[in-house]
């Protein structure tokens, strides 16, 4: 169980966190460039569509 002045001490370091501007964020999100194509991080560890075909003949 936590004591009053515990439960006091708690509510003031929320109050010193700074609020999140919602206008500010969604600007910024809307300054995020939108990539032309879709980024694969495993497209260097796959096999390419040749090396594919050629298995599939074997």
């Known amino acids: 169980m936590m004591c009053a002045t515990a ?11 700074p609020k999140v501007d919602e206008k500010a964020y969604k600007a910024a999100l809307d300054r995020i460039p939108v990539p ?4 694969d991080p495993w497209g260097g560890a796959r096999a390419t569509d040749a090396a594919k075909a050629s298995k599939k003949k074997n």
């Open 36 to 39: 032309d194509e879709k980024y």
């Open 7 to 17: 439960a006091v001490t708690r509510m003031r370091s929320q109050e010193r966190r």
